[in-house]
C-alpha cells in the first residue's frame, strides 16, 4: 500500500517540523497541557522570536494551534492537534512491517543455507 502525493507532502511537513530537537522538546511540553509561547521559549532557553519561528514551523505542518485567551489577545497559547502524528505512526507501522518481512525472509535464507 502506497502512500498518496497529498499524504506525502503532510508527512514530509512533520518530518521536517520535527527535525529539529528543539521543536520535538515543544512538542514533548505540549503533550501534557497547551503552553504560552513565553513558558514555551523559557523552558527551552529560547528567546521570544526563536520561539516564535519554531512555533510557526509546527503550526505550518499542523502539529500544533494557536489560540488567544479572551482576557489579553497578545497572549499566544499552543496545543498539539494529533491528525499529521496519525498519519506518521501509520507510515512508519508500514515501513516496520517491510522491515520485519525482509528480515524474516533473510532469516529463512540463511537457514536454508546452513
Known amino acids: 500500500m502506497g502512500v498518496t502525493d497529498q499524504e ?3 508527512l514530509d511537513r ?13 512538542i514533548e511540553l505540549l503533550r501534557d497541557r497547551p503552553r504560552r509561547a513565553g513558558d514555551l521559549a523559557a523552558a527551552l532557553d529560547l528567546t521570544p522570536s526563536a520561539m516564535s519561528r519554531h512555533l510557526k514551523i509546527l503550526r505550518s505542518a499542523g502539529l ?3 489560540s488567544n485567551p479572551e ?7 499552543y496545543e498539539l492537534r494529533p491528525d499529521p502524528t496519525d498519519e506518521l505512526v501509520a507510515w ?9 518481512e525482509q528480515l524474516t525472509e533473510l532469516k529463512l535464507h540463511v537457514e536454508r543455507d546452513r
Open 64 to 66: 500544533v494551534v494557536e
Open 92 to 100: 512508519l507501522e508500514q515501513a516496520r512491517e517491510g522491515w520485519i
Open 8 to 10: 506525502a507532502s503532510t
Open 71 to 77: 482576557t489579553d489577545a497578545r497572549v499566544r497559547v
Open 14 to 26: 512533520t518530518l521536517a517540523a520535527l527535525s529539529d530537537v528543539r521543536r520535538r522538546r515543544a
